[in-house]
């Protein structure tokens, strides 16, 4: 891999990268638990919870999208 100047990239880095941009793109965490084949998803969440925070907002925005519809207030009655 030096001579071809490639860096070293382990399965181990794959499988977080493929975890990381899942999350990143909204796929439910139990989905990324049975891609990775973790036997519970408490070790999918306690391995990739970094990635979670950065969600916080679009959960925020998709919630303020929620209730500002009308189908929201129509269902509220």
Do not use: W
């Amino acid at each position: 891999m030096t001579a071809a100047s490639i860096p070293l990239v382990r399965v181990h880095d794959l499988r977080h990268t493929c975890a990381t941009l899942l999350f990143a793109r909204n796929v439910h965490p139990k989905l990324v638990q049975e891609m990775l084949g973790h036997s519970t998803i408490t070790i999918t969440l306690d391995l990739y919870s970094h990635v979670i925070p950065t969600m916080r907002g679009e959960a925020a925005s998709q919630m303020e999208r929620l209730f500002a519809s009308e189908t929201a207030v129509e269902l509220a009655r």
